[in-house]
């Protein structure tokens, strides 16, 4: 008996000194900004279905994986999505971190990319079927929905659909809002029949769509002119020069890619090929 618990109390002590010496050497490869024994997140505390405080978006649940396999605990720097984010985030030294990032940002030093997404088109069940592209006959003079700044506001407006277009300025800020996001609020106005159409970021489309309670259909924009473009490679951003916290990060995202892959497809995002403008099936990419 005291032998198995001695070998057991060995087998323990191992695998401490086995950590202990994985986290000293993680500690002197990484720059001393970065924290080495804390995840330390920059996240929007009210951003679903990318990020909530209650931990309940889908870049929440990829945190807790990267976390889980790094062996260490997860913590959040709160700040909501607007201008200046990078800077008082990353910038500051407070988080190390941001979970979604478009590949080759010039205001971070992005990770290899963990997904592919497009826009979508998003209409009420029933509605304008069979449209697969915004050049569709059936959408000219149509009521659409629009995050202003965004990429397919030049897209429609190459196709004449910007006079009947509804833009939604980008930001809410304002802490009495109504909802908790500009695309709730637009895929809201879609359920009411305020508006008869909607272009969105696929990765919130999808989930909007399934909270308003009324059906209906998130089309991915495979078919767009390469200019503007319409699909993204999204990744994580850390700080300029922390080239060793960047390959820290890669080598989870490849270890734990089908991890991550279940958590975006249980959150609807639309998963494009790598290359190609075509959606994947669980297990291609």
């Not at 990020?51 to 260490?72: C, M, P, Y």
């Not at 089309?219 to 922390?242: D, Q, S, T």
Request: glycine share 8%.
């Amino acid at each position: 008996m005291h032998g198995r618990l001695m070998s057991s109390l060995a087998r323990i002590a191992l695998c401490a000194l086995s950590l202990t010496a994985a986290q000293g050497a993680l500690a002197q490869h990484l720059p001393d900004t970065v924290t080495t024994d804390v995840l330390r997140v920059c996240g929007d505390p009210g951003n679903m279905p990318f990020s909530e405080r209650k931990d309940d978006g889908f870049e929440n649940k990829i945190a807790a994986i990267i976390a889980d396999e790094l062996k260490v605990k997860l913590r959040y720097y709160w700040l909501t999505q607007g201008p200046g984010f990078v800077r008082n985030t990353l910038g500051t030294g407070l988080c190390d971190v941001i979970m979604g990032q478009a590949f080759g940002s010039d205001l971070v030093q992005t990770t290899n990319p963990y997904y592919r997404s497009a826009y979508t088109l998003v209409t009420r069940a029933g509605e304008f079927d069979g449209v697969t592209a915004l050049d569709d006959p059936r959408l000219k003079g149509k009521s659409i929905g629009v995050i202003a700044g965004t990429p397919p506001v030049n897209r429609m407006g190459d196709l004449g659909l910007v006079s009947t277009m509804k833009a939604y300025a980008p930001y809410q800020l304002d802490p009495s809002r109504k909802y908790q996001t500009v695309g709730a609020e637009i895929v809201a106005a879609l359920a009411a029949k305020e508006i008869d159409a909607a272009v969105l970021w696929g990765p919130a489309a999808g989930w909007l769509a399934k909270q308003t309670g009324t059906p209906m259909r998130v089309v991915p924009l495979l078919k767009e002119p390469e200019r503007p473009p319409m699909a993204y490679r999204i990744a994580m951003g850390v700080r300029l020069g922390e080239n060793d916290w960047k390959r820290s990060l890669n080598t989870v995202l490849r270890k734990r890619k089908a991890d991550i892959d279940k958590v975006l497809r249980d959150y609807d995002v639309p998963l494009l090929d790598e290359e190609e403008n075509k959606l994947t099936q669980p297990g291609e990419r």
